[in-house]
């Protein structure tokens, strides 16, 4: 059996990087990389299949779901996004979608609000958790004795390096440069996203907005604070999470409601009956596809999926970037026009202000 890595390859965000890694560790080995946003134009070197772990944030392009049937999937701590460029909701989970995931149930998710939206679609899915929950520990790491703030407001590291006087404090983020976005190599990646995991494993304590941090700390053992927006994101996403570790607010934190953690240190709650249903499930699968029968008979010939599918569905992919294209241009020029007339009226009101006031 072949086995294909799933990573985002024009991420900008390392969390990307950190989900393709945890399930990375489970792999006998990597044969191909795949695309997250391509997966549906995925082809073997030849007619086989190829096994994959998806574990991750689906999908920017909803067009691009399912899969190539060449892919053998395994849904764990998988999350499904409501599409925002052309639904709006979750329709792009089609009759086809829903039939093709029942073919794989049950999906695992990694948060209870994607399970009820796939429930109600009448796809077996449960909450999972989160694969980086399983990342393993470094054995090499020295403490470093820092408390590392990840993404977070100036206001809150100002916060905090007040509170703590004179404590070493790494301020850093997940968000990649254009120029790190453009890299290819895995290696590389992986090079940098591990630098991250051992400052992490090896920081007294971590103060992040991103669950893609946290989740690995906790995983680490390193104790973190979360912070976090009581929005729909947060009930959606995040909420699924909130008893792991501690979660705050801006104004919480900024109110002084951590300071106590802050100079302290909370413990985290690792969930590891969770952690190990993980593993297990995904061991089983690594073990079930070392067997598993090549009946390549059911198949499409490549040189057959080539034509009838990728060089119509490029056709479609450039007709829709072409209207996301023309779509964003009236947006802004939407924006300017209407900017314009809010400048054109407050010209107005100031000079009939000035007239009124004469009178």
Not at 47 to 67: C, D, M, Q, R
Not at 144 to 173: C, F, M, Y
Not at 341 to 348: G, H, L, N, T
Request: aromatic share 12%.
């Amino acid at each position: 059996m072949k086995y294909g890595l799933i990573y985002y390859k024009n991420t900008e965000n390392l969390g990307d990087d950190i989900l393709s890694y945890a399930g990375k560790q489970f792999l006998p080995q990597v044969d191909y990389y795949i695309d997250r946003e391509n997966m549906d134009l995925f082809l073997p070197e030849e007619k086989e299949y190829v096994a994959a772990i998806l574990n991750g944030w689906y999908i920017h392009y909803s067009y691009t779901f399912p899969p190539s049937p060449y892919l053998i999937p395994f849904f764990t701590g998988a999350y499904f996004n409501r599409d925002t460029l052309i639904y709006g909701d979750y329709s792009y989970l089609d009759e086809y979608a829903v039939d093709y995931m029942k073919k794989f149930a049950p999906i695992g998710c990694r948060d209870q609000h994607t399970a009820d939206v796939l429930n109600e679609k009448g796809i077996e899915s449960y909450f999972s958790g989160c694969l980086t929950l399983t990342l393993r520990k470094f054995q090499d790491v020295e403490p470093n004795h820092a408390v590392i703030l990840t993404d977070v407001s100036e206001r809150i590291i100002k916060h905090i390096e007040n509170l703590l006087n004179g404590k070493p404090v790494i301020s850093w983020t997940h968000r990649f440069t254009k120029e790190e976005k453009g890299w290819d190599s895995w290696e590389k990646r992986e090079e940098r996203l591990e630098k991250y995991l051992r400052a992490y494993q090896g920081a007294d304590l971590v103060v992040t907005t991103r669950l893609h941090c946290a989740l690995p700390c906790i995983a680490l053992g390193t104790p973190v604070i979360l912070i976090v927006n009581r929005n729909d994101d947060y009930h959606n996403r995040i909420e699924s999470f909130s008893g792991f570790c501690a979660c705050f607010s801006e104004e919480e934190l900024l109110g002084g409601l951590a300071d106590s953690m802050l100079v302290n240190y909370p413990n985290n709650q690792t969930p590891h009956q969770l952690v190990e249903e993980m593993k297990k499930g995904v061991n089983q699968f690594i073990a079930d596809m070392s067997s598993h029968p090549q009946d390549i008979a059911r198949l499409p010939e490549i040189s057959l999926y080539r034509e009838m599918y990728m060089e119509r569905g490029n056709s479609m992919r450039r007709a829709l970037e072409t209207l996301l294209v023309k779509q964003d241009i009236m947006v802004h020029n939407f924006a300017c026009e209407r900017q314009k007339d809010m400048e054109m009226m407050e010209s107005v009101m100031a000079l009939a202000k000035k007239v009124a006031d004469k009178i």
